[in-house]
């Protein structure tokens, strides 16, 4: 049976890098909001305008966008047979929509929640932005989404925590030692 899985975690905590090795390991798609909002960007869609001045300031898009995204999402044929999560939900509302759109039958089995030093995050976003040249990883953005991070996101570590799934990982350190980590809690179960 496929796995439905979460991967929750500051930004710039390699929540992106750690989603595209548990896809290949577990051959789920990856579902990530992030992604899906930068291809509206790039096809230059309505929507696509109206989410890039929200994500170069680091804010959020609104809930009513991206849980309408999920929504479509996992309502393709590969996400039947399981999922990873990554980007989404970013605030309790979300997670409620979320929840109720998988119902009791598919319930999320487990968050892997990343967990990382600050300044570590920083500089990783830093050097990201370096490299990818992204918008939003400019320092004021960068400051912006870990504020955002702290005031709407990191309530869902209590919000999943009270149905008992939330997976502590330690999120430093390379890439490959940290996918051990998630593979390892992963295969306990
Ligand atoms: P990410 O690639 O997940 O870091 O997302 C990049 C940006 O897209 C975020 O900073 C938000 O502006 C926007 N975004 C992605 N996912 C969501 C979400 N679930 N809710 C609201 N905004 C989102």
């Known amino acids: 049976m496929g796995r439905r899985l979460l991967l929750l975690g500051p930004p710039g905590a390699g929540k992106g890098t750690q989603a595209a090795m548990v896809r290949t390991a577990l051959g789920i798609p990856h579902i990530s909001t992030g992604a899906m909002l930068r291809d509206h960007v790039e096809r230059a869609t309505e929507l696509g305008f109206a989410a890039q001045i929200i994500m170069d300031a680091g804010d959020l898009v609104s809930d009513e966008i991206v849980i309408a995204m999920v929504e479509e ?24 929509a979320l929840d109720a759109l998988l119902g009791e039958q598919r319930p999320l089995e487990a968050v892997i929640s990343l967990e990382v ?20 990883d400019n320092e004021q953005t960068i400051r912006n989404r870990m504020a955002v991070y702290r005031e709407l996101t990191e309530p869902l570590i209590a919000y999943y925590d009270r149905a008992g799934i939330v997976r502590p990982i330690d999120g430093m350190g390379a890439i490959e030692e940290i996918f051990g980590r998630i593979a390892a809690s992963l295969a306990a179960s």
């Open 73 to 96: 999402r996992l309502d393709q044929p590969d996400a039947a047979c399981g999922f990873l999560l990554d980007g989404f939900p970013r605030t309790v509302a979300q997670a409620e």
């Open 117 to 136: 030093i600050e300044d570590e995050v920083v500089q990783r976003l830093l050097d990201r932005a370096a490299k990818e040249g992204r918008a939003d």
